[in-house]
């Protein structure tokens, strides 16, 4: 039952790059247990199962990340600038240069980049 409310939560998790997907329903929760490639996927994969009605009460989940590295890999979309990006996952705009230093590899200004390269985001 709880996995048919949540299938739609379960599929993201491949689109996150979830691997050792364990998914049981148990004591009237639904228990999800596996590991993402960085943890940006993690967070994005915890802000999805935020969007369902009631998930405290439904929702049991183990996920863990595997490269500890860098924060993760974000791919750029229409409208954004590394200010944008450092604000919606560093938390401050001011940490752009520490996105473009990460990137110099693919990045020569931090006012010019393109829809669909994929930046590397730093620990912070």
Same mark, same amino acid.
């Given at each position: 039952?709880?996995?048919?409310?949540?299938a739609?939560?379960? %599929?993201?998790?491949?689109?996150?790059?979830?691997?050792?997907?364990?998914?049981?329903?148990?004591?009237?929760?639904?228990?999800?247990? *596996?590991?993402?490639p960085?943890?940006?996927? %993690?967070?994005?994969?915890?802000?999805?199962?935020? @969007?369902?009605?009631?998930?405290? %009460?439904?929702? !049991? !989940?183990?996920?863990?990340?595997k &490269?500890?590295?860098?924060?993760?890999?974000?791919?750029?979309?229409? *409208?954004?600038?590394?200010?944008?990006? !450092?604000? !919606?996952?560093?938390?401050? @705009?001011?940490?752009y240069?520490?996105?473009? &230093?990460?990137? @110099?590899?693919?990045?020569?200004?931090?006012?010019?980049?393109?829809?669909?390269?994929?930046?590397?985001?730093?620990?912070?």
């Amino acid at each position: 039952m709880l996995k048919e409310k949540y299938a739609e939560l379960l %599929k993201y998790g491949n689109t996150v790059g979830m691997k050792d997907i364990e998914v049981w329903e148990e004591g009237g929760k639904l228990h999800i247990k *596996g590991t993402t490639p960085y943890n940006l996927d %993690k967070k994005l994969f915890w802000d999805k199962i935020k @969007t369902f009605g009631n998930w405290e %009460k439904e929702i !049991a !989940a183990n996920i863990n990340f595997k &490269n500890k590295d860098i924060l993760g890999v974000y791919t750029v979309q229409p *409208g954004d600038s590394l200010s944008k990006i !450092a604000k !919606a996952h560093l938390g401050d @705009t001011k940490k752009y240069m520490e996105i473009f &230093n990460l990137n @110099t590899d693919v990045l020569r200004d931090p006012d010019k980049i393109s829809v669909g390269q994929k930046l590397k985001l730093p620990n912070v």
